[in-house]
T-cell receptor, first 109, second 113 residues
Framework: GQSLEQPSEVTAVEGAIVQINCTYQ??????LSWYQQHDGGAPTFLSY????GLEETGRFSSFLSRSDSYGYLLLQELQMKDSASYFC??????????FGSGTRLLVRP | DGGITQSPKYLFRKEGQNVTLSCEQN?????MYWYRQDPGQGLRLIYY???????QKGDIAEGYSVSREKKESFPLTVTSAQKNPTAFYLC????????????FGEGSWLTVV
């Protein structure tokens, strides 16, 4: 079956750096994307990696290693407003978009 | 502004009723998706469509039906066969021209009363 694994919960201090890992097992692969979701809201797109390497967008960076079926989201200079759930998602070879179960990030003062 | 519009935002259904959730996009995206999210859980794929007049079942299609008669529209019907329909429903679209970025609607909360 297809699956994406990510930690269920991460806690970090304001101003720190946190990394959220994602490993996947899917039928084919077009790319790995990351989404942020605040309680009660819809997910919003953060980044997409179609090729190996690092993509940087402001305080957020995302990394992909296709040979390891692994990626991560790096959040720098954490702010209280970053407290949310973060989801990784894979676009498989049939263009099915599959989500992980999410990582709840709690940022403490 | 371009985007995805879901309606209604909140919906109450009596047992045994079918309800239809609307999803409209003006992003000119070919692909559209429907997800279900239960409290504290991830997103589970119900149905998806890559092109007009074609759609595929996702992981939890039982008790749901969709249509894709127009590129802009991908309505989801929650039928009476869905025994536990209370959840948050999210519609999304994807366009290759936007680097496979996925855009979500605001979501629809469905409650069975």
């Amino acid at each position: 079956g297809q699956s994406l694994e990510q930690p269920s919960e991460v806690t970090a201090v304001e101003g720190a750096i946190v990394q959220i890992n994602c490993t996947y097992q899917t039928s084919g692969f077009y790319g790995l994307s990351w989404y942020q979701q605040h309680d009660g809201g819809a997910p919003t797109f953060l980044s997409y990696n179609g090729l190996d390497g690092l993509e940087e967008t402001g305080r957020f960076s995302s990394f992909l290693s296709r040979s390891d079926s692994y990626g991560y989201l790096l959040l720098q200079e954490l702010q209280m407003k970053d407290s949310a759930s973060y989801f990784c998602a894979v676009l498989d070879s049939s263009y099915k978009l599959i989500f992980g179960s999410g990582t709840r990030l709690l940022v403490r003062p | 502004d371009g985007g995805i519009t879901q309606s209604p935002k909140y919906l109450f259904r009596k047992e045994g009723q079918n309800v239809t959730l609307s999803c409209e996009q003006n992003l000119n995206h070919d692909a559209m998706y429907w997800y279900r999210q239960d409290p504290g859980q991830g997103l589970r794929l119900i149905y998806y469509s890559q092109i007009v007049n074609d759609f595929q079942k996702g992981d939890i299609a039982e008790g749901y039906s969709v249509s894709r008669e127009k590129k802009e529209s991908f309505p989801l019907t929650v039928t009476s066969a869905q025994k536990n329909p209370t959840a948050f429903y999210l519609c999304a679209s994807r366009g290759q021209s936007s680097g496979n970025t996925i855009y979500f609607g605001e979501g629809s909360w469905l409650t069975v009363v």
